[in-house]
């Protein structure tokens, strides 16, 4: 399964008076297009509303941001957001988990053993549209993050995931997959899977950088994008092969 929780920008009606926030200013922290990235796996859940509204990869004590430096430093709303807009925002929170958890214990009665692929995206010209990009020393095209799961136990797994897509060559060259060097996977998503499945469920952090569009005004490079959606797809039956192996 592949999961794109952040790829959603809708907004409820009532929170669009509270936004001190632009659009623009929100579509830069989402992670536009990776439900088009994950969209030819088999299962899929993609999240439409933006993280703005509700954050399903955070903790329910921090899924709605209140205070800048939980959302780099933005100032998110004009005035403080009434208690009845963040406790409906909250449930979204608690029923995305409720539905997520039955789900994945469907599966995991029908098959024994799963794993998800948990897509996002990340800036890398942080400083503005003409300032030099991230060193890539410290951002590689593909981040793995792993650390709330049992390495050992899924290692085959990762490991087999990670040299599929780096013999991959995206706009002339070979994708740069590396682990736990931009992000490390602690979001709650993976947390609550490991946590609730930690014998039959790996969930994987998938992070790419924002190679594919350009993260001030939104525009994707179609070209790219479509290798990398290709790249992913080819990864379903691989991944159902390393996880046969270790049964």
Same mark, same amino acid.
């Given at each position: 399964?592949?999961?794109?929780?952040?790829? #959603?920008?809708?907004?409820?009606?009532?929170?669009? $008076?509270?936004?001190?926030?632009?659009?623009?200013?929100?579509?830069?922290?989402?992670?536009?297009?990776?439900?088009?990235?994950?969209?030819?796996?088999?299962?899929?859940?993609?999240?439409?509303?933006?993280?703005?509204?509700?954050?399903?990869?955070?903790?329910?004590?921090?899924?709605?941001?209140?205070?800048?430096?939980?959302?780099?430093?933005?100032?998110?709303?004009?005035?403080?957001?009434?208690?009845?807009?963040?406790?409906?925002?909250?449930?979204?929170?608690?029923?995305?988990?409720?539905?997520?958890?039955?789900?994945?214990? #469907?599966?995991?009665?029908?098959?024994?053993?799963?794993?998800?692929?948990?897509?996002?995206?990340?800036?890398? !010209?942080?400083?503005?549209?003409?300032?030099?990009?991230?060193?890539?020393?410290?951002?590689?095209?593909?981040?793995?993050?792993?650390?709330?799961?049992?390495?050992? !136990?899924?290692?085959?797994?990762?490991?087999?995931?990670? $040299?599929? &897509?780096?013999?991959?060559?995206?706009?002339?060259?070979?994708?740069?997959? !590396?682990? *736990?060097?931009?992000?490390?996977?602690?979001?709650?998503?993976?947390?609550?899977?490991? $946590?609730? &499945?930690?014998?039959?469920?790996?969930?994987?952090?998938?992070? &790419?950088?924002?190679?594919?569009?350009?993260?001030?005004?939104?525009?994707?490079?179609?070209?790219?994008? *479509?290798?990398?959606?290709?790249?992913?797809?080819?990864?379903?039956?691989?991944?159902?092969?390393?996880?046969?192996?270790?049964?």
């Amino acid at each position: 399964m592949a999961t794109a929780i952040h790829d #959603g920008h809708i907004v409820r009606p009532d929170l669009v $008076e509270h936004y001190a926030l632009s659009p623009e200013g929100r579509l830069r922290e989402e992670d536009p297009y990776t439900g088009f990235i994950i969209s030819d796996i088999t299962n899929q859940v993609i999240f439409h509303r933006s993280r703005f509204e509700i954050d399903l990869n955070r903790s329910r004590d921090g899924a709605v941001y209140v205070r800048p430096e939980q959302a780099w430093g933005l100032k998110v709303w004009s005035t403080p957001l009434p208690p009845e807009c963040e406790e409906t925002s909250l449930a979204i929170h608690d029923d995305y988990y409720e539905a997520l958890g039955a789900l994945l214990q #469907g599966i995991e009665r029908r098959h024994s053993r799963f794993v998800v692929l948990d897509a996002h995206s990340y800036n890398h !010209r942080r400083g503005g549209p003409d300032d030099p990009p991230t060193d890539p020393s410290e951002a590689p095209d593909i981040n793995i993050g792993t650390s709330s799961m049992d390495r050992s !136990r899924w290692a085959h797994v990762i490991d087999g995931l990670m $040299e599929h &897509f780096s013999g991959y060559e995206i706009g002339g060259r070979t994708v740069d997959v !590396r682990e *736990n060097i931009a992000f490390q996977g602690k979001g709650e998503q993976t947390r609550f899977i490991h $946590e609730f &499945f930690p014998e039959t469920g790996c969930a994987i952090a998938v992070e &790419f950088k924002k190679i594919f569009m350009d993260e001030w005004t939104g525009v994707p490079e179609i070209d790219v994008l *479509n290798q990398i959606r290709s790249m992913v797809a080819s990864a379903e039956p691989v991944l159902e092969r390393l996880l046969g192996r270790g049964q």
